[in-house]
């Protein structure tokens, strides 16, 4: 029973604070329907603001509700709602929006600057915290109290705690007054402070175009003056843009940028990354072709870590499109963080060249200067000289611009040896009124500690190279500082935040180094056990090391610490079903399903588990709820395209893979399964030459070769398919995937001793790869199978079931081996255990029938091979066999029916008239037993048993 003295408050998305309620209140709330399970709950009077779904007495009675609402919509029709139907002209932003990303041309710059210096009595005061509401009202007519409380009890109640409050009221304006006034004055935001990323809301705002216009003008003057504060006040203008409604896709590119130069001081977790999700959703849905909606596109992959995506899906772009500013500037970021910076500082010249409106953004000045102070050589003294001139250029431009003012620090120190005016710099960049990145943040610490070193103020210098320890551990320099001036136990000493330990996870996955990423991942969820964010990458980088069972551990444990997660819950239902464990992964989407019962996200988990079930037309229905609820999600299209592929509808496959490239014409997978369309539609060789061509334009993505080398094999061109897979594992040494399919295409081509050692050993290179996946295992037994070894090949069996004991046929082919060594009733075993599996596929009975027959069980026999044909269309092979077992338990007549059910399927089949001459003589018919025989003979004249059917025959005819 629930402690009535515990007490809550309650927050709700709009930021309204119910309560102190007791918990039975709060469960009772539950149950009406008032919580829904997307507010944040706190202990009365000081506790720490947590997701309502967090605390576990809360979150079963959310599930319970919302399990019951699903079930009586599926019993009772929703009425359709009456929607007003959508505005649709197009809306003009003043002047003729640029094609190239600039802003429009005309705009009023001092005008949009002037607002910039006088914000400071704008709509974007004040400091957020984690307890700041998650989306606010700027217009001052709209204006809420959003620390608004509310006791859910009785009228009368209600009525008396208004007369309190009232009494108490002048007094508390006064101290809030107060207290705000102070913090204006005084406190500037803490670095260590969240922020949220304010979402945008599917209520249209009343705007005419005049003032769409001036907004966007005036976020644009903030947005190219390239700071924390004023990337927050352009987000706070695109999103009441966005929110009036405009089709004019160019706000919510800019939206979507400043999202991503805020992300890293946001709370990246589910609620965060769904609002980015919606803005992606809302630019497609308007159009899901333009500039707009690819920038939003690489911004939502930055965001939950699909990097290598990201970083293909802008290096495609810029060869059709090199005129678009933010992607040139995106993959400037992602070469940087690569160490390529050579070729980095190119795409920020671009993106800085074709901005090339005044004032200048001046973002990518600022990376470009980065860039010429990382390149070393022989012209690193001018590239100083370049990243000097530009720094001096920005702060002429924006004053207050702290990573400038650190970055010149650095230079006046390091290059310089300005020891005073490195120092005045760099600590004028780390006090200053705006918030550094943390990379930005770690070089600054470390040039003070260096300074602080110079002047022999050892204390000071260790105190500053540990602060950036804390933040990155592994720069090099704060580590050796450390050492050097406190030694390894202060080294040992120095405490990193999971913020910082997940900026530097970050950092490793963009430089490709996931090993290095999931140590940093898993460090950050330990330090902080809620950070479902945290616990996702590491599954990611693990399941990217193929370490698939670390993987699935560590999902589990994300889902743990946010279930509002959706992202982690699809991944992990993903990742159960690559594992052929399909009951989990259904079990995982059914438990977020209830939590979020109108994620697009979710039905497409369905339908891709559905996919690798083989279960094509169940793929296709999920798929299809999906596309409703998102008709522009390319993935969605993708698994629609290869389910109706599955049932042989590649028209239907047609269209769906043609939208998905209209979509994103960018999207490798994409082109090919198109390829693989057109070749099932219009013959191979449409479809190799389509591969040829992308492999001609993209000799590095192998995924093309990998696509051609399919089509060969199933061409049944086993040379040049073999020939392919060795380039692809060539190009990337990891592909497991890659190195299977070459086993098998080897084990295929040639059953010689070579192709056999040969076929072994990439079997083994694939299973070092990831020793808890048991394919490479299982492909190593069929192997032994096929050349007789039966004692290995059960041994690979067992050793799969051991890995993964829900594995497809596993058990069915280790019953094949046992059946062949004469372990008749361990075959038995092996057939129930994959019947409890599999039990809709026929295999299992066909082996408990050949088991049968071994015994002598006849009629045991004949159940099994019949229980096998209603379940699959068989050859004419199964009913000779379960013909014979008819026979051999006297049941002649229907061993005549299952024999004529085989002459109906394959005729000239000889067996089925050797085994019809054997019934017909227990029944006595020896001329139809003759005439088996004979018609047995004729169609296999070399019958290695042609001399004992000719003696039958001669005793039959006397």
């Known amino acids: 029973m629930a402690d009535k003295k515990i007490r809550w408050l309650v927050r709700d998305p709009d930021g309204k604070i119910y309560g102190p309620l007791s918990t039975e209140r709060v469960l009772q709330q539950i149950s009406a329907g008032f919580f829904r399970g997307e507010e944040d709950v706190s202990l009365y009077p000081n506790g720490k603001w947590i997701s309502i779904s967090v605390e576990p007495q809360f979150y079963d009675q959310l599930l319970d509700v919302l399990d019951s609402e699903i079930k009586s919509k599926s019993k009772q029709p929703e009425k359709p709602k009456d929607t007003p139907k959508e505005d649709v002209k197009e809306i003009k932003l003043g002047p003729e929006v640029s094609k190239t990303g600039e802003p429009p041309a005309g705009f009023e710059r001092g005008k949009a600057h002037a607002e910039v210096q006088d914000h400071q009595a704008d709509t974007y005061g004040g400091v957020e915290t984690d307890e700041v509401v998650s989306r606010m009202d700027y217009e001052e007519s709209e204006a809420e109290d959003d620390e608004e409380v509310i006791e859910l009890t009785d009228v009368h109640q209600i009525e008396k705690r208004e007369k309190v409050k009232a009494s108490r009221l002048p007094l508390l304006v006064f101290a809030v007054l107060c207290i705000a006034i102070i913090s204006l004055l005084f406190i500037k935001e803490d670095d260590s402070v969240k922020i949220r990323l304010l979402p945008t809301s599917d209520k249209k705002r009343d705007m005419n175009n005049q003032q769409v216009a001036v907004k966007f003008q005036k976020a644009i003057g903030f947005f190219e003056l390239d700071t924390h504060n004023n990337y927050k006040r352009a987000q706070s203008e695109l999103v009441q843009i966005v929110d009036s409604q405009t089709r004019v896709p160019d706000p919510y590119e800019l939206l979507c940028m400043t999202y991503h130069y805020l992300w890293p001081f946001s709370y990246q977790d589910s609620k965060d990354i769904n609002t980015i999700k919606t803005v992606v959703k809302k630019i497609k849905l308007i159009n899901p072709t333009s500039r707009a909606a690819v920038v939003c596109t690489i911004v939502e992959l930055l965001a939950v870590g699909r990097y290598q995506e990201a970083s293909g899906l802008s290096s495609n772009t810029l060869r059709s499109f090199p005129q678009y500013v933010f992607v040139n500037q995106i993959y400037g970021e992602l070469l940087a963080a690569r160490k390529q910076y050579e070729t980095a500082k190119y795409y920020f010249n671009q993106a800085k ?23 070393k050589g022989p012209d690193e003294q001018q590239y100083m000289s370049y990243a000097y001139r530009l720094y001096r250029e920005v702060l002429k431009a924006n004053n207050n611009h702290s990573v400038a003012k650190v970055e010149l620090g650095k230079i006046e120190f390091d290059y310089f040896k ?32 260096k300074i602080h070193k110079r002047r022999n103020e050892r204390q000071i210098a260790l105190e500053y190279a540990q602060r950036a320890f804390s933040i990155n551990s592994s720069n090099r320099e704060s580590k050796d500082l450390i050492v050097e001036l406190g030694g390894m136990e202060k080294l040992r000493n120095t405490k990193m935040k999971d913020r910082e330990l997940l900026y530097v996870g970050d950092q490793f996955v963009k430089a490709g180094d996931c090993f290095a990423a999931q140590a940093e991942f898993k460090a950050a969820f330990e330090v902080d056990s809620t950070n479902g964010i945290a616990a996702m990458k590491a599954a990611k980088c693990l399941w990217e090391l193929n370490q698939s069972e670390e993987a699935i551990v560590w999902l589990k444990k994300a889902v743990q610490a946010d279930p509002k997660l959706t992202t982690a819950y699809v991944l992990l239902a993903d990742y159960f079903s690559q594992r052929f464990d399909y009951l989990n992964a259904v079990k995982v989407l059914k438990k977020i399903r209830r939590i979020n019962p109108r994620s697009y996200e979710v039905y497409r988990g369905y339908a891709l588990v559905q996919l690798r079930r083989r279960n094509f037309k169940g793929a296709v229905v999920s798929g299809s709820k999906a596309l409703q609820l998102y008709e522009t999600d390319v993935d969605t299209l993708l698994i629609l395209a290869r389910a109706y592929m599955g049932v042989e509808e590649y028209n239907d496959a047609l269209k769906m893979i043609s939208r998905a490239i209209e979509l994103d014409n960018n999207n490798v997978d994409a082109h090919c399964i198109y390829a693989k369309v057109i070749a099932g539609l219009r013959g191979p060789s449409r479809g190799i030459d389509y591969l040829r061509n992308k492999i001609n334009d993209y000799p590095k993505i192998s995924a093309y070769r990998e696509a051609l080398g399919d089509i060969y094999r199933t061409e049944e061109n086993f040379r040049m398919a073999s020939d392919l897979y060795n380039q692809v594992v060539q190009l990337e040494p990891n592909n497991k995937k890659a190195f299977l399919k070459l086993g098998e295409i080897i084990q295929q081509e040639s059953q010689s001793r070579s192709s056999i050692n040969r076929a072994l050993e990439i079997y083994l290179r694939a299973a070092a790869l990831d020793p808890s996946d048991a394919n490479p295992i299982f492909l190593t037994g069929k192997l032994y199978l096929d050349i007789r070894k039966y004692g290995l090949a059960l041994k690979q069996f067992r050793r799969v079931i051991e890995i993964n004991p829900r594995f497809p046929l596993a058990h069915f082919y280790a019953g094949q081996a046992a059946l062949e060594l004469q372990q008749y009733p361990e075959a038995l075993e092996y057939s129930k255990a994959e019947r409890n599996i599999n039990p809709g596929l026929a295999e299992s009975y066909l082996l408990a029938a050949d088991a049968y027959f071994r015994l002598k069980q006849f009629q045991n026999c004949a159940e099994e091979y019949q229980k096998a044909t209603s379940r699959s269309q068989l050859g004419s092979m199964v009913y000779v066999k379960l013909g014979r077992c008819y026979r051999l338990a006297g049941a002649l007549d229907s061993a005549v029916s299952s024999l004529k059910l085989a002459s109906v399927q394959e005729s000239g089949n000889p067996l089925i008239y050797l085994e019809f001459g054997k019934v017909y003589e227990m029944q006595g018919s020896n001329d139809a037993a003759i005439e088996a025989f004979e018609k047995y003979l004729a169609l296999a004249p070399n019958a290695p048993d042609k001399s004992r059917v000719t003696a039958k025959i001669r005793a039959l005819a006397n």
Do not use: Q
Request: hydrophobic letters at 40%.
């Open 353 to 375: 060249v074709l901005w090339n409106k005044k004032p200048p953004w001046l973002g990518p000045k600022v990376h470009e200067a980065r860039m010429y102070t990382k390149i």
């Open 418 to 449: 300005h020891v005073d005016k490195g120092l005045s710099l760099v600590k004028d960049g780390l006090n200053g009124v705006e918030r550094l990145p943390k990379s930005i943040e770690v070089d600054a610490f470390v040039t003070l500690a």
